[in-house]
């Protein structure tokens, strides 16, 4: 499965990005989405996931009720809504897929990483 992550860019504080991840068939049928990150000097973290189906979500406590997570269906595209950033979501943004239909936390198949930067 091969992910295309797009939409990073650097922005103020307080400002608003959306990624996007695009699989370029069916690749994503049946299988939960992820958003990851990773800053300079820090291991990979989990930032958001969302069901196959779409009807649950989840977040990392930093992001929780600033990001959201949805997926497009049809066009297999899934979309993370950054909102009122903070400079230490400074990282680079991977997307992966989960062989499964819930979240799990995990990655199985991941994209090429986008660089989001947020200045203060």
């Known amino acids: 499965v091969q992910l295309q992550a797009s939409g990073g860019g650097s922005v103020q504080a307080g400002d608003s990005l959306r990624l996007s991840c695009q699989a370029p068939?069916?690749?994503?049928?049946?299988?939960?989405m992820d958003w990851f990150r990773q800053a300079p000097g820090k291991e990979r973290e989990f930032v958001a996931g969302?069901?196959?189906?779409?009807?649950?979500?989840a977040y990392a406590e930093s992001v929780e009720g600033r990001f959201t997570i949805t997926r497009e269906y049809g066009k297999n595209i899934v979309h993370l809504q950054m909102n009122n950033l903070k400079p230490e979501d400074t990282a680079v943004y991977y997307c992966a897929a989960e062989k499964s239909m819930i979240v799990g936390r995990r990655g199985d198949y991941w994209g090429q990483g986008t660089q989001v930067t947020v200045s203060s």
């Open positions: 969302i069901s196959f189906s779409g009807g649950t979500t």
């Open positions: 068939e069916r690749a994503i049928g049946g299988y939960a």
